[in-house]
């Protein structure tokens, strides 16, 4: 089982910058993905970002849309991941949620409960 704790969400002015966070507990994540999905009001989930393992160390992968903004991150025991977000548009506002895809013969995802961002024009 993995316990996941988001912060960092918050309303910004169009221009801004916010630093989300998600901290996970309940077993080692070390070498486990660990990244953020969005979901904006009347819209499905998407793909924001994520850090992926390998033996060479955390590699980052974004949306199109995330990729000149946002910069994921990863912290050296591997349990916590941030993402920091500059030029914020109202477009970006959504709740953010974090993702641990924990494989396994039974994979599991693991879901955060998610952080508010808000955007104002």
């Known amino acids: 089982q993995v316990q996941m704790v988001e912060s960092g969400g918050g309303v910004v002015q169009a221009g801004g910058s916010l630093r989300l966070s998600c901290v996970a507990s309940?077993?080692?994540?070390?070498?486990?993905?660990m990244g953020w999905y969005r979901q904006a009001p009347g819209k499905e989930r998407e793909f924001v970002a994520m850090?992926?393992?390998?033996?060479?160390?955390?590699?980052?992968d974004y949306d199109d849309f995330a990729k000149d903004r946002f910069t994921i991150s990863r912290d050296n025991a591997g349990n916590a991941t941030y993402l920091d977000m500059n030029s914020l548009k109202p477009e970006h506002t959504a709740i953010y949620c974090c993702?641990?895809?924990?494989?396994?013969?039974?994979?599991?995802?693991?879901w955060g409960q998610g952080t508010q961002v808000t955007v104002s024009s």
């Open positions: 993702i641990v895809p924990v494989p396994g013969p039974v994979p599991v995802d693991y």
């Open positions: 850090t992926r393992w390998t033996w060479r160390g955390y590699t980052s």
């Open positions: 309940g077993r080692t994540l070390v070498n486990v993905d």
